[in-house]
């Protein structure tokens, strides 16, 4: 589901689980995804990665898509081993939009492209930033994916530059695999012989 009227990212809506206020009777068991286009901007209050805290690396960008997604009754492992595999899809589509390679390493997503960030001109950047957490019996993920980085954004940090109908596009076509994903996933647990 696409939704319009969130705003910006700051990290508030991982604190939670989240699926029902936005599928009410329609949640499903398998996990459920959200996305929308906004700025982000993440810091000591709502931040999850204790790493990023101590290093003071802050999330921000003036315009990001961002999922959320919440998978019930996992645990955080098979989360982030979710989070993973979904990033490497995502970075699997987002190479046709920016028409350009893309490398996976973790749960980050760097296009190999030169571009110019901040007066830096790099002959690759991170597009994405996530995070994966454990709440309340579920596992709660974020991916963010730069439209425009921005000013504050780190040096190595890469702007997609997706007009308003790719970015629309290109998260439709995210939020039909994570569906396909997840369902086949369901049903390769069905077929096992006890």
């Given amino acids: 589901m696409i939704v319009k009227n969130l705003g910006m990212y700051d990290g508030a809506i991982l604190q939670d689980r989240f699926a029902y206020d936005f599928f009410k009777e329609k949640t499903m068991r398998t996990g459920n995804i959200i ?32 999922f959320c997604i919440e998978i019930p009754d996992v645990s955080l492992f098979a989360g982030v081993c979710f989070q993973r595999l979904y990033c490497n899809m995502i970075g699997n589509i987002l190479a046709r939009y920016v028409k ?31 995070i994966a957490k454990h709440c309340n019996d579920a596992v709660l993920i974020h991916i963010g994916i730069n439209v425009k980085a921005g000013k504050r954004a780190p040096a190595f940090a890469f702007s997609t530059n997706l ?10 076509e995210c939020i039909s695999a994570f569906y396909e994903m997840i369902h086949d996933i369901f049903i390769a647990t069905t077929k096992i012989i006890k």
């Fill in 100 to 130: 350009s390679s893309v490398e996976i390493d973790g749960d980050d997503i760097f296009v190999i492209k030169e571009h110019n960030q901040g007066g830096v001109i790099q002959q690759k950047g991170k597009a994405s930033v996530s």
């Fill in 163 to 172: 007009t308003d109908q790719e970015s629309e596009a290109f998260m439709r």
């Fill in 35 to 66: 996305a929308w286009r906004a700025p982000a901007e993440v810091n000591e209050k709502f931040m999850v990665d204790k790493q990023d805290l101590i290093d003071k690396d802050f999330i921000y960008s003036d315009d990001m898509m961002h």
